[in-house]
């Protein structure tokens, strides 16, 4: 089975040949995102390090569609909602809001932390197995809540 990057190189060169030009852009920066990611560590990413490149690019996507839509610039927040889609075909499916509660109070139950200062061990037990599945900022924002409770 190929890996995560192989499988967008293959739809890269599929949408090459179909002429879906803002597809063949947004496989091409996911690409080079990872490339660059790699040259960064000297070395070759697993699907799981590719994934969290991935989960980035999806993450800057989101902030600059609403960053645009504040500003009125539809087009640009248009373009970005395009490479997002595509980024998105290559993330794990997303969790539901009861499987991510379900996962922090199996963290809280499992790392012992009872106060905010043991929130660092929660999202470190929490983010290999949310990477690219949910957003971990929001995550992060219910952890904060349900550990000052």
Do not use: N
């Not at 490479?83 to 809280?108: M, T």
């Amino acid at each position: 089975m190929p890996g995560l990057l192989e499988r967008i190189q293959d739809e890269m060169k599929a949408a090459l040949k179909a002429g879906d030009k803002p597809r063949l852009s947004a496989l091409r920066l996911m690409v080079a995102a990872v490339k660059q990611a790699q040259i960064d560590q000297r070395e070759t990413l697993d699907d799981t390090e590719v994934v969290a490149v991935l989960d980035r690019m999806a993450k800057q996507r989101r902030e600059s569609i609403e960053q645009y839509t504040q500003a009125g610039r539809t087009d640009l927040a248009d373009k970005e909602r395009a490479e997002l889609a595509v980024i998105q075909e290559f993330l794990p499916q997303p969790l539901s809001e009861a499987e991510i509660e379900a996962l922090i109070e199996q963290a809280v139950a499992e790392t012992g932390a009872a106060s905010m200062r043991e929130m660092g061990r929660v999202m470190g037990w929490l983010k290999p197995r949310l990477q690219g599945r949910a957003d971990m900022s929001a995550v992060s924002r219910r952890v904060r809540e349900r550990l000052s409770a």
